[in-house]
């Protein structure tokens, strides 16, 4: 089994304004501006110290890290990592159990979850 997790693909802006359009039925150039407008008000709500909270799906929020030492992994020499924030996305139960759902039908149809019916049988067939 590989450590390495594979890289999805992603949605960029072209695609997800195209999505969006179909979606609200409304024309490319105008999902393009409500897409801009939705990211600039999430920024300029989390600069304002505000959360974003969309109940089915989750809530933007910043997060305040203290200060901590740190370590460099190469020469073990530790320094202070100032504190800071952070922008973080926490998913609502909705969007977490529609993901779990979906991963669960996608282990199903990839043959990854084992079939209860060998009952742990991995003989293969033959005599000893």
């Known amino acids: ?21 179909e979606n609200a039925n409304i024309p ?5 501006i409500l897409a801009e407008a939705f990211v600039e008000t999430i920024v300029e709500s ?13 809530v933007f929020e910043l997060r305040e ?10 020469t073990m020499e530790e320094y202070v990592i100032e504190e800071s924030m952070k ?8 969007l977490k159990s529609a993901v779990a759902e979906y991963a669960k039908e ?3 149809s990839e043959g990854t979850i084992k079939d209860p019916s060998r009952n742990g049988d991995f003989s293969t067939g033959g005599e000893d």
């Open 1 to 21: 089994m590989s450590i390495y997790v594979q890289k999805r693909p992603q949605v960029y802006p072209k695609e997800f304004n195209r999505l969006l359009s």
């Open 87 to 94: 922008p973080v996305f926490r998913p609502s139960k909705a």
């Open 46 to 58: 989390l600069l304002q110290d505000r959360s974003i909270c969309f109940p089915e799906f989750g």
């Open 28 to 32: 490319e150039e105008e999902a393009e």
């Open 106 to 108: 996608r282990k199903m």
């Open 65 to 74: 890290i203290t200060k901590r030492m740190g370590r460099n992994p190469r």
